[in-house]
């Protein structure tokens, strides 16, 4: 009889675990469809399942609409962003918070979750946990597990090293990549720690491979420095496979699943 919350830092995040969680269920008779609502009726269960999803780009009377369910008690899986920590949001009888990418996260931000119930479980996921983390499951009350298996059908990840006389290479190994049907990322990392000059690097990188190189793909452009409506944006565009390859900076790390991207040139690695 208990609740589940789970949130993710962005929102195109949000809506891909929202759309797993459908999927997971997809055994279920749907009996409700809206943009941010789904309940299905499960085989073997005596009550319905109600899926829900609360970002901040939903219209003002969808996020009403949810928000009641949930004050009401009626949504028993809510995924969402920041706006689930909303002064304004219930999540009575919460028996789970799950919070993904839990380094996006104020601590603040963390508990505000954690207490929208009396002392509910709490699973914090991370590929990159932070120092505070780390101290936690050493000296506080926090158990880890590490999840060391490769997701099933996946393959074995091949590195190559290519010299830049060699540049040419990696750029006919991806064109034929794409030709396949496949998507690519073109990273420019930078050791440089400023992102003006991260920045400078990708769009560089970008305006030559959309010029000289790829003038017949589609090449998108991704940076610390774009608004974060404009990122989602263009993360939204690569995962529908409107754009071929992605020049972007370290942003990108953000723990989006995206399968169909099956090469990464990392531009000075």
Same mark, same amino acid.
């Given at each position: 009889?208990?609740? +589940? ?17 459908? #999927? ?14 789904? +309940? ?7 009550? #319905?399942?109600?899926?829900?999803? =609360? ?10 609409? !949810? ?10 899986? @809510? ?5 689930? *920590?909303?002064?304004? !949001? &219930? %999540? ?30 709490? =699973? $914090? /996921? ?10 936690l499951t050493v000296y506080g009350d926090l158990d *880890? ?8 059908? #996946? ?12 540049? /040419? ?8 990549? %794409? ?6 990322? $073109? ?21 030559? =491979? ?11 452009? =991704?940076?610390? &420095? /774009?608004?974060? %409506?404009?990122?989602?944006? $263009?993360? /939204? ?14 942003? %990108?790390?953000?723990? @989006? ?8 040139? !990392?531009?000075?690695?």
């Amino acid at each position: 009889g208990y609740k +589940v919350a789970f949130m993710a830092p962005t929102e195109i995040l949000a809506q891909q675990h929202y759309a797993t969680l459908h #999927r997971l269920f997809s055994f279920g008779e749907i009996i409700e469809s809206q943009e941010n609502i789904i +309940v299905l009726n499960l085989p073997g269960f005596e009550n #319905r399942i109600t899926l829900g999803l =609360l970002i901040g780009s939903l219209k003002q009377s969808s996020k009403k609409y !949810i928000a009641g369910k949930l004050n009401d008690d009626e949504i028993d899986i @809510i995924v969402g962003t920041h706006a689930l *920590i909303q002064d304004d !949001i &219930r %999540i009575p009888k919460m028996g789970l918070a799950v919070v993904d990418e839990q380094h996006r996260f104020g601590v603040q931000q963390r508990s505000a979750l954690r207490y929208k119930a009396e002392n509910p479980n709490l =699973l $914090v /996921m991370s590929a990159t946990p932070i120092p505070r983390s780390l101290n936690l499951t050493v000296y506080g009350d926090l158990d *880890i597990s590490i999840l060391k298996e490769l997701p099933l059908g #996946r393959k074995e990840i091949k590195t190559v090293f290519i010299n830049d006389d060699d540049r /040419m290479k990696a750029y006919e190994f991806t064109r034929e990549q %794409i030709q396949k049907g496949r998507q690519a990322f $073109v990273l420019c990392p930078l050791i440089e720690e400023s992102e003006i000059l991260q920045t400078k690097a990708a769009t560089e990188e970008y305006e030559k =491979l959309t010029a000289e190189i790829y003038p017949e793909l589609n090449v998108g452009l =991704l940076h610390g &420095r /774009m608004k974060l %409506i404009e990122k989602e944006q $263009v993360m /939204m565009e690569f995962q529908n496979h409107n754009i071929d390859i992605l020049v972007c900076t370290r942003v %990108i790390e953000v723990g @989006i699943d995206i399968p169909n991207a099956t090469v990464m040139v !990392i531009d000075g690695a």
